[in-house]
């Protein structure tokens, strides 16, 4: 009877466990978690590089940019359109967007670039997802932080 109760409990405690990790934040579930207004928080590179020409190399993308350079906004609308823009007085420039790989994947094409964040992690307000770059001759995972505005 008590060797029951025993697995009986640790089943239970199991359970518990195993349904409370799991949140639904983790994932995007559908388009609509992504549509909306986002501006791009922080880019760094998983390796030091002389990212922006300076002579220095750095992982920080994102801190060599000038305040003007940081302001990137992205605004992704229903069907996969959108609009982006980097910089203070800068043209906004159509863009396109799409969910991939079960929506681990969160493709955005612009109008000279194309950024493919996998790994995709999600909280209410953040969107973090990891870009493959090839620069001077290697390839590193450039890592973008979105946050909803």
Request: glycine content about 8%.
């Amino acid at each position: 009877m008590l060797k029951k109760f025993f697995t009986l409990s640790l089943l239970t405690i199991a359970t518990i466990f195993i349904f409370s990790s799991c949140t639904k934040s983790d994932v995007i579930s559908n388009e609509y978690d992504v549509v909306g207004r986002w501006a791009v928080t922080g880019i760094r590179s998983n390796i030091a590089n002389d990212w922006n020409g300076d002579g220095y190399s750095e992982t920080d993308i994102y801190g060599t940019y000038s305040s003007c350079q940081r302001d990137i906004v992205l605004v992704f609308d229903d069907y996969g359109t959108g609009q982006g823009r980097q910089g203070c007085n800068s043209y906004w420039q159509n863009l396109n967007w799409q969910l991939t790989n079960n929506n681990h994947n969160l493709r955005i094409d612009l109008i000279e670039d194309v950024i493919e964040l996998s790994n995709l992690r999600v909280s209410s307000n953040t969107i973090q997802g990891d870009d493959n770059v090839y620069s001077n001759g290697r390839y590193y995972t450039v890592t973008y932080t979105l946050q909803r505005r």
